[in-house]
């Protein structure tokens, strides 16, 4: 008889984290591979034509870029929210209230206040926007036991909601005849970007800044520690005075606000009006859980797992061009990646012993 059993790994190095790494996205591929096969595409050419369209030319390794800085910033916060073990999926959602936020913002003070000026308390009204949003769930969960990945999610399609509420009904636009959305940002709310590209820089050093600051937060100060142990040992933290509600409301603020950020990002620095949530956000909110699986809940790892997350977005609409293949193939291919990150995890951090025994 066959008996498998599973014990804790208490020593794991770097090296072994690495390596699981990537035997895990090298499993992962090899799963698409023959998903390419059974939809009769050439699975080498395939995976060759998502990075060749994404970092094989100036043209898509700037959108790359682009597509990275909301990937980051919420990357990043979604690291600090998992290591404390709350499963925060509602991202998304938190983008889409930072891009409320900011809008409002926007279109309030854009005429009557300088770039200089407005700039600053749109990502402020955006952050604000995304920490409530993160909040509501923290309580929940310690007030009222309320599982957070159910409260994180279904919060995300109540905010979308309430855009498309507004963009139909009270902030829908004179300008956009008769179309849902708002009008268009004054130009002193809109971000500038690098010329001959969609790169809106300001927040791509605002996303670069805030995942090395973060880093210093998890590993340098009492409050990282705090958050770490909540995550790891929940009943030492007790035993040593931990603060669960005050600790979890920073830590959801914080993840929540990064989001918020990058919905800042995506109004003012590519759409500039307010529009359905499935334009404002192309599900970032979703890709940046498989980004901080892949950084190790690490920040810093953030940045590289971004811009790699986001050439496999650009990529994807490369391929749906060139082999005619459906827009839900790369949800498909970061869908089968998240499923062996998440595996890989869990061999790292546990050893599986088979035995068998004779009757």
């Not at 938190?94 to 000026?117: D, E, K, R, V, Y």
């Not at 973060?214 to 705090?226: N, P, S």
Request: contains cysteine; glycine residues 12%.
């Amino acid at each position: 008889m066959m008996h498998i059993t599973s014990s804790d790994r208490y020593q794991i190095t770097r090296l072994r984290s690495f390596m699981t790494n990537v035997f895990s996205m090298a499993a992962g591929l090899v799963v698409i591979s023959i998903i390419f096969l059974i939809a009769g595409v050439n699975p080498l050419f395939a995976i060759s034509e998502i990075f060749q369209g994404s970092f094989g030319s100036v043209y898509g390794f700037k959108e790359t870029i682009t597509k990275a800085i909301p990937l980051i910033l919420i990357g990043a916060g979604l690291t600090l929210a998992f290591r404390a073990k709350f499963w925060n999926i509602g991202a998304e959602g938190q983008l889409l209230m930072g891009a409320i936020f900011s809008t409002w913002t926007g279109l309030t003070f854009g005429n009557t206040l300088p770039s200089f000026a407005v700039i600053p308390l749109m990502f402020a009204a955006g952050f604000i926007g995304g920490a409530l949003w993160g909040i509501i769930p923290a309580i929940l969960k310690i007030k009222y036991a309320i599982n957070e990945v159910i409260s994180t999610l279904m919060l995300n399609y109540i905010c979308a909601h309430i855009l498309t509420m507004l963009i139909v009904g009270p902030w829908k636009g004179a300008t956009r005849f008769g179309f849902p959305g708002t009008d268009n940002l004054p130009d002193a709310a809109i971000l500038s970007v690098i010329p001959g590209s969609r790169i809106h820089y300001a927040t791509l050093i605002l996303a670069l800044a805030c995942a090395a600051i973060l880093t210093i937060v998890i590993y340098r100060t009492r409050f990282g520690y705090e958050a770490r142990v909540v995550g790891e040992n929940p009943e030492a933290g007790k035993y040593a005075g931990i603060d669960f509600l005050k600790t979890t409301l920073i830590l959801m603020a914080i993840s929540g606000g990064l989001a918020g950020l990058a919905g800042v990002g995506e109004v003012a620095g590519i759409h500039h009006y307010l529009g359905y949530p499935a334009s404002v956000s192309s599900g970032y909110g979703f890709t940046a859980i498989i980004v901080a699986w892949l950084a190790k809940l690490n920040p810093l790892y953030a940045i590289v797992s971004g811009i790699f997350f986001a050439g496999i977005l650009v990529g994807g609409d490369a391929i749906q061009i060139s082999l005619g293949l459906p827009a839900a193939t790369v949800d498909i291919v970061n869908g089968t990646l998240l499923i062996f990150l998440i595996m890989g995890d869990y061999f790292l951090h546990n050893k599986i012993t088979i035995t068998f025994t004779h009757k």
